[in-house]
């Protein structure tokens, strides 16, 4: 069983940055499109970002040319590079695998992100 941990949020001023890192438990990690999604309060969840296997990656319109996904398969860490943030992106993030419903892993806890304006 693949276990999730993100970390990398806090609190930070609008247009600033932040790093989020997914760290996986196992290998098969390297094998599956891996996603950032993030949940606001009262929202529903949404994702954000996508990377292949191959390293080929996607954006939600909402964050296109200010994030950046990548991944270390090595490492069995996905990274989101955040910058010019906006109060509109302050929320809990996470990572997954993507399925048309959910994540092909359970969900970890997340990692609160805070953008003050």
């Known amino acids: 069983q693949v276990q999730l941990v993100e970390s990398g949020g806090g609190l930070v001023q609008a247009g600033g940055s932040l790093r989020l890192s997914c760290a996986a438990s196992?290998?098969?990690?390297?094998?599956?499109?891996m996603g950032w999604y993030r949940q606001a309060p009262g929202k529903q969840r949404e994702l954000v970002a996508t990377?292949?296997?191959?390293?080929?990656?996607s954006y939600a319109d909402s964050v296109k040319g200010r994030f950046t996904i990548s991944r270390d398969d090595a490492k069995n860490t996905v990274y989101l590079q955040m910058n010019s943030l906006k109060p509109a992106d302050t929320a809990v993030y996470y990572c997954?695998?993507?399925?048309?419903?959910?994540?092909?892993?359970?969900w970890g806890q997340g990692t609160q992100v805070t953008v003050s304006s």
């Open positions: 997954n695998a993507p399925l048309r419903v959910g994540g092909l892993f359970s």
């Open positions: 196992g290998s098969i990690f390297s094998f599956n499109t």
């Open positions: 990377i292949t296997s191959n390293s080929n990656t």
